[in-house]
């Protein structure tokens, strides 16, 4: 497992932070950790893992330990006497920091953050299939809840719908609370379900995704229920072609606040650039938010096999909300778009 070393510039490294232990050697439980040295690479865990960890474990030397983990990585450090091992700075505790000081103080810990992000964006081919199988149950799950969409219904009950029929379909787990918000709420972008009953005429946001194989997805669709007013019509118009503009520009080589520039220059020249209030998206994988972020806030080139979403919004305070998001894989003569599920503008009912 050189390939950790070769990220730390030859040092030593400690990789605590879960999902990118289970990325780098494929261990899915809830307590494990990874001592990457140049001599070798040790994975740690308890004794409930045993037989996980036999079956899991890839490219490193399995070692159940009892007690806490920090605790008992004595006898691996004892040959790093006085050099630099690198730990996760954001993803350590101050406690676990200072627990790693006190106990082995001939160690020169030093503390980075985003380690292995750049790697951990590039995905294989067999990470890329992951999330599209996870996103498969997500498209099929909202063709499902398109016919209970009505007047009447209420939000939460359509969440509760979402929940189910993923894990119905395959999902682990949802990959993050769902999002349905209608009407006026829609205009809140990570609005939560409530007792709100849809109404005729509303504008519902679904924003919804699961983990399937250790994977995300990650879908939003805005739907009409009854016929909306004119400028949601526009609006969403607007909010498409902004998206399909940044779909047909996404391309290795290109950096993210570039990228988000494109769908925020097309929502901006339709005079609704003060209600686009987010960044267009964000890398998808183990984690349902990963590096890097297509933001104006971020200048991080794309490259290829990174997976990210594009998802452009506006949100008008007090009337609605709209946003259309897909998953793609960055690749060097553009992108190719994972989610399969319509985008035109659709009136249910």
Same mark, same amino acid.
């Given at each position: 497992m050189s390939f950790l070393v070769d990220a730390t510039a030859g040092q030593a490294c400690l990789v605590t932070f879960l999902p990118d232990?289970?990325?780098?050697?494929?261990?899915s439980g809830s307590n494990g950790l990874l001592l990457a040295t140049q001599a070798g690479t040790h994975f740690f865990t308890d004794g409930r893992y045993t037989e996980q960890a036999a079956q899991e474990v890839n490219g490193a030397e399995v070692h159940?330990?009892?007690?806490? %983990?920090? #605790? !008992?990585?004595?006898?691996?450090? +004892? @040959? %790093?006497? #006085? !050099?630099?091992?690198?730990?996760? +700075? @954001?993803?350590?505790?101050?406690?676990?920091?200072?627990?790693?000081?006190?106990r082995y103080p001939a160690i020169q810990w030093e503390g980075r953050a985003r380690v292995f992000d750049a790697h951990v964006a590039r995905k294989t081919g067999v990470e890329i299939e992951a999330i599209t199988r996870a996103q498969r149950v997500t498209e099929q799950v909202f063709e499902e809840i398109l016919p209970l969409l009505?007047?009447?219904?209420?939000?939460?009950?359509?969440?509760?719908?979402?929940?189910?029929?993923h894990l119905k379909h395959g999902a682990s787990a949802m990959s993050f609370d769902p999002i349905v918000a209608a009407g006026p709420n829609g205009a809140l972008p990570h609005a939560r379900p409530t007792d709100r009953a849809i109404q005729t005429g509303d504008l519902v946001v679904i924003d919804m995704g699961g983990f399937v194989d250790g994977y995300a997805s990650d879908m939003t669709r805005t739907v009409a229920v009854g016929e909306p007013a004119a400028e949601a019509r526009q609006a969403y118009e607007v909010v498409?072609?902004?998206?399909?503009?940044?779909?047909?520009?996404?391309?290795?080589?290109?950096?993210?606040?570039e990228?988000?520039?494109?769908?925020?220059?097309?929502?901006?020249?339709?005079?609704?650039?003060?209600?686009?209030?987010?960044?267009?998206?964000?890398?998808?994988?183990?984690?349902?938010?990963?590096?890097?972020?297509?933001?104006?806030?971020?200048?991080?080139?794309?490259?290829?096999?990174?997976?990210?979403?594009?998802?452009?919004?506006?949100?008008?305070?007090?009337?609605f909300g709209i946003r259309i998001e897909d998953i793609i894989v960055v690749q060097d003569d553009g992108c190719e778009v994972i989610t399969r599920t319509d985008k035109s503008f659709r009136v249910l009912g």
């Open positions: 232990v289970r990325w780098a050697c494929g261990f159940v330990v009892p007690g806490g %983990l920090l #605790g !008992e990585l004595g006898p691996w450090l +004892a @040959d %790093l006497a #006085g !050099e630099t091992v690198i730990v996760q +700075a @954001d993803h350590l505790s101050l406690a676990e920091a200072n627990e790693l000081h006190e009505k007047p009447g219904v209420t939000e939460r009950e359509i969440a509760a719908e979402i929940v189910y029929r498409r072609r902004a998206q399909l503009a940044a779909l047909d520009a996404a391309r290795a080589g290109l950096f993210t606040d990228l988000d520039a494109v769908a925020r220059g097309v929502i901006s020249e339709a005079g609704l650039g003060a209600y686009f209030s987010h960044s267009l998206g964000h890398g998808v994988g183990l984690q349902i938010h990963e590096w890097p972020s297509v933001s104006y806030r971020m200048h991080a080139r794309l490259e290829p096999g990174m997976v990210v979403t594009i998802e452009p919004g506006v949100y008008i305070p007090g009337q």
